[in-house]
């Protein structure tokens, strides 16, 4: 795909959503990080129900602390893998207290050294929180860079890569969330819905329904 496709796609997608956000609810940092850490193979939805009950209680690193283990685990059990979760919570948020005082860093290294953090929830976080122009791949945004050619890869890191070198400056900082929107409401895992797609006339994808 070649750079005015790119920038015409991105055109596109910023004139529909001129300011695109995640659909976790959050207030600050700390809320964000911790909802992300829980949203790993969850629905925003279901991590929003959650944290909906547990933010007005606690969503400080200091307030989850005294919380405990226990108490974290009966606002997120109804989140998939919600045991591994509370404690990687839990050791986060010793780690916030002790070495950050209480705030979550704004650099790549030290959010990776946090317990349940990876480069795509600290890509999220560091985007979305900080307003840093990193992109997260997840499996919609992997997906969509495979398919329509925009930035095709092997694995999360080289897509990552190449969409960091080939969109436009002006839309690193809400690529991601373009991105992602497109693979969760319209090109869709099993049925792309080419029909009512934005970009189709310029998608190099060569099986449209």
Partial sequence: MNKNKRTEIFTRWREQNPKPTTELNYQSPFELLIAVILSAQATDVGVNKATDKLYPVANTPQAILDLGLAGLKKYVKTIGLYNTKAANIIKTCQM?????????????????????????????????????????????????????GIAPGKNVVEVEKRLIKFIPDEFKLDAHHWLILHGRYICKARNPDCQNCLISDLCEYTKKA
């Fill in 96 to 148: 916030l207290v002790e070495q950050h005082g209480g705030e979550v860093p704004e650099d790549r290294e030290s959010l990776e050294a946090l317990p349940g953090v990876g480069r795509k929830t600290a890509n999220v976080v560091m985007n979305t929180a900080f307003g840093q122009p990193t992109i997260a791949v997840d499996t919609h945004i992997f997906r969509v860079s495979n398919r329509t």
